[in-house]
């Protein structure tokens, strides 16, 4: 079946410019989490959602960094007033969800650069 | 929180040889640790994971072996061969019951393997 998929692949913006990044996860899972990714670095975590609880923002470094999800399908990650720093590879994951640790799916990422 | 460091950084091996990629974490709590590959431009993908209840795992030439007691965990690559060239992620979550779907990452290791 289909993966996740994230658009834009690229996103080039000027500082100050508000960008939106978006995720599709594989159908029938409950669980989706987005990541930043700077350049050789790992994967820090953003936030988390599973099914209609409260997310788990904990991971958002600012408040220009805000993200939705509808239900239990497309996930958008929101950057107000975008800055250098924020430029790097948004990696959107989906997983089973319920209790206990599962495999985690990861999207092809959106590299956003900031000018 | 949970703080996992990744050794090395970098690690060239000649085609034929063995890798080996450590990890260590801080919290007692984690029993779930997974390992991703991430090829260049592509997204990371699961390569293999273990939880606590067993010390090591094998899938072909890939083995992962965790000791809890003194919170480190390792990926041994036998036979390396070119397509193995990639950076490799470890990762440790809770595996169950609060938090456990926030996994963190270590920084990566990129791995050439030398034709």
């Known amino acids: 079946g289909a993966g996740v998929s994230q658009s834009p692949s690229n996103k080039v913006t000027e500082k100050g410019k508000d960008v939106e990044l978006r995720c599709d996860p594989i159908?029938?899972?409950?669980?989706l989490y987005w990541y930043r990714q700077r350049l050789g670095q790992g994967l820090e975590f953003l936030i988390y959602f599973q099914g209609n609880s409260a997310p788990d923002k904990s991971g958002l470094p600012s408040d220009r960094f805000s993200a939705e999800r509808t239900g239990e399908s497309v996930s958008t990650l929101t950057i107000q007033r975008t800055q250098q720093e924020d430029s790097a590879v948004y990696l959107c994951?989906?997983?089973?969800?319920?209790?206990?640790?599962?495999?985690?799916?990861f999207g092809p990422g959106t590299r956003l650069t900031v000018t | 929180g949970e703080n996992v460091e990744q050794h090395p950084s970098t690690l060239s091996v000649q085609e034929g040889d063995s890798a080996v990629i450590k990890c260590t974490y801080s919290?007692?709590?984690?029993?779930?640790f997974p390992w991703y590959k991430q090829e260049l431009g592509k997204r990371p993908q699961l390569i293999i994971d273990i939880r606590s209840n067993v010390g090591e795992k094998k899938d072909q030439r890939i083995a992962v072996t965790l000791n809890k007691t003194a919170k480190h965990f390792s990926l041994h690559i036998t036979e390396t061969q070119p397509e193995d060239s990639a950076v490799y992620f470890c990762?440790?979550?809770?595996?169950?019951?609060?938090?456990?779907?926030?996994?963190?990452f270590g920084k990566g290791t990129k791995l050439s393997v030398i034709p």
């Open positions: 990762a440790a979550s809770r595996g169950s019951g609060a938090g456990s779907y926030q996994l963190t």
């Open positions: 159908s029938g899972h409950t669980a």
């Open positions: 994951a989906s997983s089973l969800g319920g209790t206990g640790a599962r495999e985690q799916y």
């Open positions: 919290d007692s709590a984690s029993n779930y």
